[in-house]
């Protein structure tokens, strides 16, 4: 059984990362490649207090755009800095949870317990990570029967919220990694953030798609959450080796003014090496330019004011 969130959550997160400065200079930015100052994003002073967790959805409709890879590693670097982070796995693929190393045949329940059954609490399915800091709810398989099993269910777009609001006080940042879907899990994700970070592969078809997303967030501001706010689109999988990436980012950038991130995750064979040995890539390579590019990320959307 899995234990409560006061009790699995190592609290004395350290940093560990000695010598990023020089990663970060290799970090591709937005403002770089479009020619622009390139902005410095400091270190986040340490949190005095802890709670009012800002939740976050990543979210796109398009699958291996680098939603899973940006929900951990940017879950690990924002406990690198002291914060206290919840991962959801809300994906019935459950690419989070073998991310991290968590077999779905040997967990006792996961977040569609939590969805299926109101006397169930999170705090029973928490489990803690090899990231001091950073725990995670679990999903299965079986996720993919939820949206038939909330048909009859009231308020059906705000279960998660229901799940989620015991612990708002214990973390400092919550993470919900989304299927590649528009379906009533993603409304429900919606519905319960205060954010949506949208990451976008830097080639032409996954544009298409934004429009649509976009759509899907007006309509949860409309109808079941009016303080959902886009904390931006991080371009992902960027190749510095070709114009078509370069093209694309600049596309991105004058179809959302102000939205984009200047944090931009370039393609790395150690995202792929970081899946395997089941953790993030701050700490199987932690001097790499993919851990810099996450670490420059999670101070980018603290210095943003997206999380303490």
Request: charged share 20%; net charge neutral.
């Amino acid at each position: 059984m899995a234990k409560s969130a006061s009790e699995i959550s190592q609290l004395n997160a350290k940093s560990t990362i000695r010598g990023a400065s020089k990663s970060d200079s290799e970090v591709v930015t937005t403002s770089s490649v479009l020619g622009k100052a390139t902005p410095r994003f400091p270190e986040p002073a340490p949190l005095l207090s802890h709670g009012d967790a800002r939740i976050i959805s990543v979210v796109n409709q398009k699958g291996g755009v680098g939603k899973t890879t940006t929900t951990i590693n940017l879950g690990a670097a924002f406990a690198e800095m002291g914060r206290r982070v919840l991962l959801v796995d809300f994906d019935p693929q459950h690419s989070l949870s073998v991310g991290l190393n968590v077999s779905t045949r040997e967990i006792e329940g996961s977040i569609y317990d939590l969805m299926m059954d109101e006397s169930t609490k999170i705090d029973d399915f928490l489990l803690k990570t090899s990231v001091p800091g950073m725990d995670m709810v679990p999903a299965h398989e079986n996720l993919a029967g939820a949206e038939g099993g909330l048909v009859n269910v009231i308020a059906r777009e705000k279960v998660l919220k229901r799940i989620l609001n015991p612990v708002l006080d214990f973390y400092d940042v919550i993470l919900i990694d989304c299927q590649p879907s528009l379906g009533l899990l993603t409304v429900n994700a919606l519905t319960a953030s205060h954010w949506v970070l949208v990451p976008l592969e830097c080639e032409y078809f996954a544009l298409r798609g934004v429009a649509l997303l976009d759509d899907i967030i007006k309509k949860v501001q409309l109808n079941t959450n009016p303080d959902l706010q886009l904390l931006g689109i991080l371009p992902t999988m960027f190749d510095r080796k070709t114009v078509h990436s370069r093209e694309v980012l600049e596309r991105i950038s004058e179809a959302f003014p102000n939205k984009v991130c200047d944090t931009t995750i370039a393609r790395t064979v150690r995202f792929p090496e970081t899946t395997v040995a089941g953790e993030p890539i701050t700490s199987y390579a932690s001097s790499s330019v993919g851990a810099a590019s996450y670490r420059r990320l999670a101070r980018e959307l603290i210095a943003n004011g997206g999380v303490r």
